[in-house]
């Protein structure tokens, strides 16, 4: 397998798109349990937040001590676009973090190259 630091463009884009649409592809087939993993609730933490930003709540099915709102066909569809946003979010993370990766391994490979030239070459005597 090729290091991190030898791959090109293009091929740094499809691991960190792998590396972005997996987790949440497999943290989303919970979202309809009723106690997610914490592995779910920690992927697709971006989700309450983006569906907490839609503003008219939905009916209160609870009581006024404790009120418990319904959601709406809006708060469903804030839902189905956070989780893609969360997977774009990640990719563009994983993205970031190859190409560190890559730039700290081309760096210490050229660390490598020049002390390589340090060292002295085949003395030859004659005499």
């Keep these: 397998m090729k290091s991190v630091a ?4 293009p091929a740094r884009w499809l691991l ?5 649409f997996c987790p949440t592809l497999i943290a989303a087939r919970e979202l309809n349990e009723v106690e997610p ?4 609730r920690l992927a697709l933490a971006p ?15 609870g009581t006024v001590e404790r009120p418990l709102y319904e959601a709406t066909p809006l708060h469903s569809l804030a839902a189905l676009v956070a989780v893609p946003l969360c ?7 994983a993205y970031t973090l190859l190409s ?7 760096k210490g490979a050229n660390e490598t190259a020049d002390t390589a030239g340090d060292v002295p070459a085949r003395v030859e005597l004659t005499g």
């Design 6 to 9: 030898l791959l090109s463009r």
């Design 87 to 93: 997977a774009a979010m990640y990719t563009l993370v």
């Design 100 to 106: 560190l990766l890559r730039r700290r391994g081309a």
């Design 16 to 20: 960190a798109a792998a590396l972005g």
């Design 37 to 40: 993993s914490a592995f779910a």
């Design 47 to 61: 989700v309450p937040l983006i569906v907490r930003l839609v503003v008219p709540r939905g009916p209160n099915v």
